[in-house]
């Protein structure tokens, strides 16, 4: 059976570095005996096949050989976001029975009795890289490898379980879909504690033997100094890390000529933005679907038609399978019909931590994503919207990404945010906080939806512009902190 351990060497490796930070660049045989060191350190201090390793660190080196150590040893790799605050850490270290604790510069998991410090200069770390070498895994197959947070914008998060099976699976999935080789080079800011930033800046690295190099925070002008000095291919992320780099004082699409592949995954992204990103860095873009408990179900592939992955977000990658019911009967509605996404395959979760949670979120076999879909006879799936987020504006349904979609066509906005907010008379009306210039206001609003021929229940009753929007820890708009404001505005706060 799989193990994400056997995931390494399955492919030839360039020459030079493999794995860089900002301040540290190991190549391909540096990395083998790094993992090798701290899975033994690992073990000195306890560790365990199926014991679970919690770390708080950012995107660095040492995050990626403890990923790759505690695969070594069969344990459960459980990152946490390393913007995550003292209260959220608490709760989340409370839900586990962590073996071992790890904490980076910063993190206030270094106040835990007994945590150790990560810092290649620390004593601890150093402790954990000097003991024998472990090269052999005693990992299976069905085993859990990660334990995952989800970010919580809608409660409390949950603790997402994936094995080394599911996961080795859908890395080589990933790896056909998106056509990629050892000369590739993968920037990834995307957090690594997120599925996302594990996919792409870990497993597929380790399945492919390409190179990775590693952003601790983002930031747009140096993201367009290292494509060109690292020779960087491909790249993943939410459309703001794309927008940002093309806005940027020192970008060119000259300097971009290695970017081959963008994918994209977010809940509203716009075929133009799609249209203006391609134009802008000269490479293939694409959009992607997946989620914390099924990571890219769906995106185009390399030799896709390029109107499928504009206008759609992508068809199934491997041998999952989607259906779209009727929230409310459960029925299986037909092709292209909007209803909400279930799915079953093998890259799907094998549960929460917490079983209740687990039996709330399936529907039989099918996991109920909670997110409106169509799927068209072709089997291309397009995302319109989370079955939350739905406004009800007397007893109508108004899908916040169609509206969005029409705003962000608008010249003059940059990016879209539409919710609703509370009215006595009608239940709710539509608000819409908008990234654009200051000729964007409610009238221009209003004239341009009427221009483009939405019903007139959908057309925003009020506008918020903003510099920039709040955003969550993996780059998409802060909903419900969007939401609040333009609650508070509407109601004179």
């Given at each position: 059976m799989p193990t994400l351990d056997g995931l390494a060497g399955i492919a030839p490796r360039p020459d030079g570095t493999a794995l860089a930070d900002s301040s540290v660049e190991l190549d391909t045989a540096a990395v083998d005996s790094s993992v090798d060191a701290l899975a033994g350190g690992l073990r000195a201090a306890g560790v365990r096949r199926r014991d679970a390793v919690v770390w708080q660190l950012p995107n660095r080196v040492e995050a990626v050989l403890l990923f790759r150590a505690c695969w070594r040893l069969g344990a459960v790799a459980v990152p946490i976001h390393h913007q995550v605050g003292p209260a959220d850490v608490a709760g989340m270290v409370g839900s586990l029975d962590p073996r071992l604790v790890l904490a980076g510069p910063g993190s206030t998991l270094g106040e835990r009795p007994?945590?150790?410090?990560?810092?290649?200069?620390?004593?601890?770390?150093?402790?954990?890289?000097?003991?024998?070498?472990?090269?052999?895994?005693?990992?299976?197959?069905?085993?859990?490898?990660?334990a995952l947070f989800t970010s919580g914008s809608t409660g409390e998060p949950k603790v997402v379980l994936h094995t080394h099976r599911g996961l080795a699976g859908k890395a080589?999935?990933?790896?056909?879909?998106?056509?990629?080789?050892?000369?590739?080079?993968?920037?990834?800011?995307?957090?690594?504690?997120?599925?996302?930033?594990?996919?792409?800046?870990?497993?597929?690295?380790?399945?492919?033997?390409?190179?990775?190099?590693?952003?601790?925070?983002?930031?747009a002008e140096r993201a367009n100094r290292l494509v060109p000095d690292r020779g960087i291919t491909f790249m993943i992320g939410p459309p703001v890390y794309f927008s940002g780099m093309a806005g940027a004082a020192n970008f060119s699409t000259e300097a971009m000529a290695s970017l081959r592949i963008i994918s994209c995954g977010?809940?509203?992204?716009?075929?133009?933005?799609?249209?203006?990103?391609?134009?802008?860095?000269?490479?293939?873009?694409?959009?992607?679907?997946?989620?914390?408990?099924?990571?890219?179900?769906?995106?185009?592939?390399?030799?896709?038609p390029a109107d499928r992955a504009r206008d759609t977000d992508g068809r199934v990658v491997g041998d999952a399978e989607l259906r779209v019911?009727?929230?409310?009967?459960?029925?299986?509605?037909?092709?292209?019909?909007?209803?909400?996404?279930?799915?079953?395959?093998?890259?799907?979760?094998?549960?929460?931590?917490?079983?209740?949670?687990?039996?709330?979120?399936?529907?039989?076999?099918?996991?109920?994503?909670?997110?409106?879909?169509?799927?068209?006879?072709?089997?291309?799936?397009?995302?319109?919207?989370?079955?939350?987020?739905?406004?009800?504006?007397?007893?109508?349904?108004?899908?916040?990404?169609?509206?969005?979609?029409?705003?962000?066509?608008?010249?003059?906005?940059?990016?879209?945010?539409?919710?609703?907010?509370?009215?006595?008379?009608?239940?709710?009306?539509?608000?819409?906080?908008?990234?654009?210039?200051?000729?964007?206001?409610?009238?221009?609003?209003?004239?341009?939806?009427?221009?483009?021929?939405?019903?007139?229940?959908?057309?925003?009753?009020?506008?918020?512009?903003?510099?920039?929007?709040?955003?969550?820890?993996?780059g998409k708009p802060d909903r419900n902190a969007l939401r609040d404001m333009i609650g508070a505005e509407a109601a004179g706060g």
């Open positions: 007994g945590a150790l410090a990560v810092d290649a200069a620390s004593p601890e770390w150093v402790d954990l890289m000097s003991h024998a070498p472990v090269r052999d895994s005693v990992a299976r197959g069905a085993d859990v490898a990660v080589r999935t990933m790896a056909d879909a998106h056509g990629l080789r050892p000369s590739d080079a993968v920037l990834m800011p995307a957090p690594l504690a997120h599925i996302s930033g594990l996919l792409s800046g870990v497993l597929l690295p380790a399945t492919v033997g390409m190179r990775t190099v590693l952003m601790e925070r983002w930031d977010s809940m509203t992204i716009a075929p133009e933005f799609v249209d203006a990103t391609r134009e802008a860095f000269d490479a293939t873009v694409k959009r992607t679907y997946g989620s914390t408990e099924a990571p890219t179900v769906t995106t185009s592939a390399w030799d896709d019911v009727d929230p409310r009967s459960g029925r299986t509605l037909g092709p292209g019909v909007p209803g909400e996404l279930e799915l079953r395959g093998p890259e799907l979760f094998a549960g929460y931590a917490d079983p209740t949670q687990t039996r709330e979120a399936m529907h039989g076999t099918w996991f109920r994503t909670g997110d409106l879909a169509t799927v068209d006879a072709g089997g291309w799936l397009t995302i319109v919207g989370r079955s939350r987020d739905i406004i009800i504006r007397g007893g109508e349904n108004v899908v916040p990404a169609e509206v969005e979609r029409v705003l962000e066509a608008h010249p003059a906005v940059r990016q879209a945010v539409v919710v609703g907010y509370p009215d006595d008379h009608l239940g709710q009306r539509v608000g819409a906080c908008v990234v654009a210039d200051g000729s964007f206001g409610l009238q221009e609003c209003r004239a341009w939806c009427a221009d483009q021929g939405i019903a007139r229940f959908k057309i925003p009753e009020l506008v918020r512009r903003f510099d920039a929007f709040p955003l969550l820890s993996l």
